[in-house]
């Protein structure tokens, strides 16, 4: 390693001096910069060489053939530090977006999404197979905490400044040398998690930088947020930053905040994490309640099946932030303020509607908590597909998966055997206004349905004493006999209201 000669930062200083930065490159090759961060160098080797397919090879010599340099930054070089193979390659250039387009076009390769040329990217298709975004250095002249005009730039230290933490300002060039301005790689190695340069000043940029600040912790960081009163000292002033600027985020789209708070929920230590996000004021101005129910979700979260056999299963997102929510009140909040796609706004809402009872049965015999669980499948299936699913996602929420997740996710209930024209046609119904009422009918018919295990089949369903005691149950004053003049036969006519028995007396 060795620090970089001082003429090669006079060029960075003058523009981060606003900014109260002074970066401090280190260079090293990528072995020596995971000794500290991996337990084995080879196998960060053979990952990174395994990132060198014939197409990002061609990608690296059309850049140094025209004379500009190619680096890996951001998650990558973080993923490659913590021997992880990385999902998504993100490039830095020197190249502006003009010079890339016409080096591309030179070389004869197709370049897709211009919508990125605005912000600096370039995506080259190489090979007709492998996409690669590239984007230029840059440094954020203007920012209002949500957008930023940005300017081009060949300053490596200048585009690094620009980013929100440390472990994410680092570059990686394809021969293996790291470039490191922040001192990123010992707080990977230490798994701390720091803001470059002030952390107010960064959350100010871009106030959605706080939401990944935790979710970063989550992943990172070894060390708890709560209780904050025996937080590390560098969280302990990186937590008064986010609480002085909490309110920052009032201004943040709430499709953006829900995408970092679902990963934040998905992680590690959601519950560490979301306390400290209420112990800062955020949660007020994110769309959930100001003191989240965090006991409740401890509570989930230790729930969960630890058996290997069972890791595979692990509650969505919605789930967690179920347990955060103590009423349908809070639910709709929460959904106005992050718009919950239909699937997720399903989850919240059955989770909600029946953890009471779940939870009440969890020391009842297995026999009593399946077929309460199966019923829930089946008596509403009917009206949702989906419900199934959910109903995994319930036990998962009360604890009770190691017992019955295997036999609930493996049981299908069977289609309702019955339908209204069924109903009708055997039973002779005349119904004025037929639905609400016939949607009572097969209300009750589900649960003669039910009591049969789901073994009775529409002849079952539908014999004389059943239709009996489902019409008895729906109250004399709803049902009345009359004759049907057609065939001389009885049947049930069914009156809608009374108010239309009020009507006929009127007239």
């Known amino acids: 390693a060795h620090i970089s000669k001082p003429h090669m ?41 395994s990132l060198f397919t014939p197409n990002l090879q061609q990608l690296s010599s059309i850049f140094a053939k025209h004379g500009f340099e190619l680096r890996l930054a951001g998650g990558a070089v973080r993923d490659l530090l913590m021997s992880k193979t990385p999902h998504d390659l ?16 030179a070389e004869g390769v197709r370049m897709i999404n211009s919508n990125g040329l605005a912000h600096g990217t370039v995506t080259a298709r190489i090979g007709d197979a492998e996409n690669f975004e590239v984007t230029t250095l840059r440094i954020d002249r203007v920012t209002d905490g949500r957008h930023a005009i940005v300017e081009f730039t060949r300053d490596w230290a200048l585009d690094a400044s620009r980013r929100d933490l440390t472990i994410n300002a680092m570059f990686l060039d394809l021969e293996g040398q790291l470039y490191d301005y ?34 970063f912790h989550g992943r990172i960081a070894e060390r708890r947020l709560m209780p904050i009163s025996v937080a590390d000292e560098a969280d302990k002033e990186t937590l008064a930053a986010v609480a002085q600027n909490a309110a920052g985020l009032g201004g943040i789209a ?30 007020a101005f994110i769309g959930l309640p100001a003191e989240p129910n965090v006991q409740e979700l401890g509570v989930v979260l230790n729930r969960l099946p630890l058996t290997p056999t069972m890791s595979e299963y692990r509650p969505v997102p919605a789930v967690f932030l179920a347990a955060l929510l103590r009423s349908n009140d809070e ?59 959910r109903v995994v996602q319930l036990l998962l929420y ?7 997740l295997p036999t609930i996710s493996q049981w299908w209930p069977p289609k309702f055997p019955v339908n209204g024209h069924s109903i009708l046609s055997n039973w002779r119904l005349s119904i004025a206004g037929k639905g609400p009422i016939l949607g009572q009918i097969i209300d009750l018919l589900r649960l003669e349905w039910r009591d049969s295990r789901y073994t009775a089949d529409e002849a079952t369903l ?37 108010k239309t028995k009020k009507k006929s007396k009127n007239k």
């Open 254 to 283: 709430g499709e953006r905040i829900w995408v970092e708070l679902k990963q934040i929920l998905a992680g590690r230590r959601p519950d560490d994490l979301i306390g400290a996000m209420a112990s800062c004021g955020v949660c």
């Open 182 to 215: 922040f001192n990123g790689r010992n707080d990977l190695a230490t798994r701390r998690v720091r803001f470059v340069g002030d952390a107010g000043d960064r959350i100010r940029e871009d106030y959605l930088r706080i939401l990944r600040y935790f979710r």
């Open 90 to 105: 993100d490039f830095a250039t020197t190249a502006t977006p003009e010079e890339m387009v016409s080096m591309f076009n």
């Open 9 to 49: 930062l006079h060029r960075c200083l003058s523009g981060l001096a606003k900014r109260s930065i002074i970066p401090r490159l280190v260079v090293m090759q990528l072995d020596e910069a995971t000794s500290a961060t991996s337990s084995s160098n080879t196998d960060v080797r053979d990952r990174f060489k």
């Open 331 to 389: 639910l709709e909040t929460a959904h106005a303020r992050l718009k919950f796609s239909n699937e997720e706004l399903g989850v919240l809402r059955f989770v909600l509607e029946h953890r009471g009872a779940a939870l009440a049965l969890v020391d009842n015999s297995v026999e009593e908590q399946r077929d309460f669980y199966q019923d829930l499948a089946a008596l509403t299936s009917g009206k949702d597909p989906r419900t199934k699913q």
């Open 398 to 404: 009360t604890g009770q998966a190691a017992t019955l």
């Open 462 to 498: 539908l014999r004389e004493e059943v239709r009996v005691r489902v019409l008895t149950q729906l109250g004399q004053s709803t049902v009345k006999r009359s004759n049907d003049s057609s065939d001389d036969a009885t049947c049930d006519t069914i009156d809608r209201s009374d």
